[in-house]
């Protein structure tokens, strides 16, 4: 069980003289697949990474599962992240991509293999794992990105702009291939886009986010039939 709560968020970066992000008020369900929507600016990836503990929190309190997260480093909240320039480490090979991470954090040989080995099945990755980066198309190469996130097998998976580099066509595989990966994972998931077709086939609440602000919140039925 993983719920997230927004309690009356603001973020001011140090530099700028406005308010990026004004009173983000959000409550996440266990397993909720949230979308955040909204043109360029309105602060999707400023809250994202406030989330994910890339940005500090100006004001206000993000709590995961009632304990209060604002000061825990990225490392210990649990969460994956994958993001638009997905950056794949180009001398390694798939599988090595997949397991940096978790080489970093000392799991066993073992462990690491299991882990790639079932994310690589259910991303349709097993006869690439010893590819290098170059030697895929655009869709694979987002596959390991998603695969490289997947095997922390942590409970909370943020996902910013991850299709915005591809083209239309794979765009909408690629949906259906992580609404599909949501629901074997499990997880609380947080998507940023500012594409509304895919924020309306993916999400089980929309965040229409407008200058900072929570303009509306609903499934994607209530949000269109507005
Ligand atoms: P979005 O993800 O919706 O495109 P952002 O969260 O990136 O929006 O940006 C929200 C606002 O915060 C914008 O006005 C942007 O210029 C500003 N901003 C983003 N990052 C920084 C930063 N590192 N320093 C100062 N201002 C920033
Ligand atoms: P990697 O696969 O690049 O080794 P990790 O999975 O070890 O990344 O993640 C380490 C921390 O860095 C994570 O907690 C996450 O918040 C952050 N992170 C992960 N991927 C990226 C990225 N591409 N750019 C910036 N930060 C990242």
């Given at each position: 069980m993983v719920k997230l709560d927004l309690d009356h968020i603001y973020k001011k970066y140090?530099?700028?003289e406005d308010y990026s992000v004004t009173d983000f008020d959000l409550h996440i369900k266990d397993k909720e697949f949230i979308v955040f929507v909204g043109p360029s600016g309105c602060g999707k990836?400023?809250?994202?990474?406030?989330?994910?503990?890339?940005?500090?929190?100006?004001?206000g309190e993000f709590k995961i599962?009632?304990?209060?997260?604002?000061?825990?480093?990225?490392?210990?909240?649990?969460?994956a992240m994958v993001f638009q320039n997905y950056a794949l480490y180009p001398h390694m090979t798939v599988y090595d991509n997949m397991a940096f991470g978790l080489k970093l954090r000392k799991y066993s040989k073992e462990e690491i293999k299991k882990r790639v080995s079932h994310a690589a099945d259910i991303l349709?990755?097993?006869?690439?794992?010893?590819?290098?980066p170059a030697a895929l198309?655009?869709?694979?190469?987002?596959?390991?990105a998603l695969g490289r996130a997947i095997v922390r097998d942590a409970p909370i998976f943020l996902m910013d702009e991850p299709l915005s580099n591809l083209d239309a066509k794979l765009r909408v595989s690629m949906r259906a291939q992580?609404?599909?990966?949501?629901?074997?994972?499990?997880?609380?998931?947080?998507?940023?886009?500012?594409?509304?077709t895919e924020a309306?086939?993916?999400?089980?609440r929309i965040v229409i986010m407008k200058d900072g602000k929570i303009q509306q919140v609903g499934s994607p039925q209530e949000v269109y039939d507005d």
């Open positions: 140090d530099n700028a990836s400023t809250t994202l990474r406030m989330i994910a503990g890339l940005e500090d929190i100006s004001e599962d009632d304990r209060v997260v604002n000061d825990v480093a990225p490392k210990d909240r649990d969460i349709g990755l097993t006869e690439y794992l010893q590819r290098k198309s655009g869709g694979q190469r987002q596959r390991v992580i609404a599909k990966l949501h629901q074997e994972l499990g997880t609380t998931t947080i998507y940023v886009t500012h594409d509304q309306m086939t993916m999400a089980d």
